[in-house]
């Protein structure tokens, strides 16, 4: 009887430190307040700059598009498989600094169509 009493008087010893009353009594009790972190601006700028100089060479790291076929011809010449290919190569040009590319129509251009 003993031990109990004093498993409960180190409980409620215990329970104020791992949880206050005013929680219990909170609307918003349980939920995680936002809070802000401050990162040097060094910090920021090397990863800022280190992104800027690296190119976009490989589509796929841009964006994932579906395998569907809708061919568009573009400015450049080339047949896209379909629009998102055609959206993922013109980000990567502006990306690079490169000039865009246009839709000229929405079908295969006329050298790679074949007869």
């Not at 219990?24 to 800027?52: C, H, T, W």
């Not at 568009?72 to 990306?95: H, I, M, V, W």
Request: aromatic share 12%; net charge negative; glycine share 2%.
């Amino acid at each position: 009887m003993k031990r109990i009493v004093i498993y409960l008087f180190l409980l409620a010893l215990i329970f104020p430190c791992v949880w206050s009353l005013e929680d219990f009594y909170r609307p918003d009790r349980g939920k995680k307040k936002p809070y802000m972190v401050s990162l040097p601006d060094a910090y920021i700028s090397l990863n800022i700059s280190s992104q800027e100089t690296e190119p976009f060479e490989n589509v796929e790291h841009i964006c994932t598009c579906p395998d569907d076929y809708t061919p568009l011809c573009a400015s450049d010449g080339k047949t896209y498989q379909n629009k998102c290919k055609f959206d993922c190569e013109k980000r990567r040009l502006l990306l690079n600094d490169k000039p865009g590319i246009d839709i000229e129509w929405e079908f295969p251009c006329e050298e790679d169509v074949e007869l």
